[in-house]
């Protein structure tokens, strides 16, 4: 075992001292200086969106590919579900039994017996009027009398029986119409949603079914967007949201094209915040576009919160305390600091751009 004596450790030490480089000194420069908050996100086409269907079925048929340009309105999917078609026949016949031409004659039926019954009531109010009259002058018996009023009594009975029927009846009719009208709507709305339609003017991005698929209202069977049109869709994190604003500029970096930076503008700041990510996001546009665009295209951006000319910047490194310098002779110095990013710091007060500084 090796012992040191102290005077050998203390020379040691002098010649690590004598033998240790000066600290490097710095003095401020001059130089634009760019605040800005960094988002990652992708590209995405204008209306982009999922087409799901509305009702249960198989596909039968697809009537587009990828890459087709489409209009709003355009068959994309046919799908095939007997139940839906089924019901839609049923619907059309019991419309066609309960319209109601198809039940003139129940009510025609009624007319004439409410004609008939209009004709003996009057019979029997004059038969009634005539018993009374002769009852008198003391011609027949209260007995018929009572019999011509009865039988006029049942009569009225009969006829106010009957147009209420009739009433009763053209009410129920009308109902059953229009309820076997709507019915038949719906169903013939249900199958028409057998047959996907795009609801945009636009260009098939992608088809993620295939003919003979099982699909629901929840299934994804083709990705539709703009042809001509794209977005950006960035996520920025909570601690920054608070500083975007709609208009400020955008430095967009694309994977795609590398080496190259594109123009784009905040456009949209959607105010839900997602608690998985802790990221908001905030959709922008080119100002600046790539020539040519594919939707999910991945990017990263820096969205410029402030530029300065001309600033007086110092590495941040040599920052102690956000507000404190060291000079070339040891000195602690404070400042007053302005803009800064992860390198660069610049000083509004404190030193001037002839200050040599050391790193602490």
């Known amino acids: 075992m090796f012992k040191f004596s102290s005077c050998a450790v203390f020379t ?33 086409s204008k209306n982009q969106y999922e087409v799901q269907p509305n009702n249960t079925g198989y596909i039968q048929k697809i009537h587009v590919s990828e890459g087709d340009q489409v209009q709003q309105g355009t068959v994309l999917f046919t799908l095939t579900n007997e139940a839906t078609q089924l019901n839609q026949e049923l619907a059309r016949i019991s419309q066609s039994f309960s319209e109601r031409e198809n039940n003139t004659a129940r009510l025609k039926d009624l007319v004439v017996k409410i004609n008939l019954a209009q004709d003996k009531m009057r019979h029997d109010s004059l038969l009634w009027l005539r018993q009374k009259n002769l009852h008198k002058k003391g ?90 049109e794209f977005i950006l869709e960035l996520l920025v994190d909570e601690n ?23 123009d784009a503008a905040v456009t949209k700041i959607n105010p839900m915040m997602d608690d998985k990510t802790k990221s908001f996001v905030v959709e922008a546009e080119f100002t600046k576009s790539p020539p040519q665009l594919y939707p999910n295209l991945t990017l990263e951006a820096n969205i410029i919160l402030q530029v300065k000319e001309d600033a007086l910047m110092i590495p941040s490194s040599y920052i102690l305390q956000d507000k404190y310098v060291l000079n070339a002779a040891g000195d602690t110095l404070e400042v007053k600091t302005g803009i800064k990013n992860y390198q660069h710091t610049e000083i509004v007060s404190g030193i001037e751009g002839t200050t040599e500084l050391i790193k602490p």
């Not at 002098?14 to 992708?42: D, F, H, M, W």
């Not at 009763?168 to 709507?185: D, I, P, V």
């Not at 608070?242 to 590398?258: C, E, H, M, T, W």
């Open 139 to 228: 011609i027949g018996t209260r007995v018929e009398l009572e019999q011509r009023q009865l039988q006029y009594s049942q009569s009225k009975t009969e006829l106010a029986g009957l147009e209420l029927t009739h009433e009763t009846l053209s009410r129920e009719l009308q109902y059953n119409a229009e309820n076997a009208q709507k019915n038949f709507e719906i169903a013939r709305s249900r199958a028409n949603d057998l047959k996907i339609k795009s609801e945009i003017d636009g260009r098939v991005y992608a088809l993620l079914k295939e003919a003979g698929e099982l699909v629901n209202q929840q299934s994804s069977l083709a990705v539709l967007g703009d042809g001509e």
């Open 240 to 262: 920054d949201i608070a500083q975007i604003k709609p208009g400020q500029n955008i430095k967009v970096n694309l994977d795609s094209y590398r080496g190259e930076v594109f």
């Open 12 to 44: 040691l030490l002098l010649i690590l001292i004598s033998c240790s480089p000066p600290a490097e000194k710095i003095s401020p420069i001059r130089q634009n200086i760019t605040l800005s908050v960094y988002a990652s996100g992708k590209v995405l």
